[in-house]
């Protein structure tokens, strides 16, 4: 199927290109302290990435299983809530990919 120009326009079209950076930033906050599904999906909003939690979930599920964050569950009154913390693999990836980030904003900004 071939796409029109908007398509294009469509942040959703290119959910894929953006998984990377949506998986940063949960990583980032995650270091800067517990976080749960719907309030990273608020937070994630907040910077334009409208993901339902069938994408959100698998995003904190391999950022688990890659062992940089890790869950626990935390009961709430009558609910039961998974929290995510991340790890010291997680902190060290999360520094060295900021290095990397660093990098590359530079050469996006200078349009090479």
Known sequence: MKKTKTDYDDPAVDRDLYSGLMRLHILHHAVEGP??????????????YRISPGT?????HGLEKKGYISASEHRDGKSLRKVY????????????AKAKVREFIGELMEGR
């Open 85 to 96: 913390r991340a790890t010291p693999l997680g902190r060290k990836a999360l520094k060295a």
């Open 56 to 60: 959100l979930y698998p995003l904190l």
């Open 35 to 48: 976080i749960f599904g719907l309030g990273m999906a608020e937070e994630l909003a907040r910077h334009g």
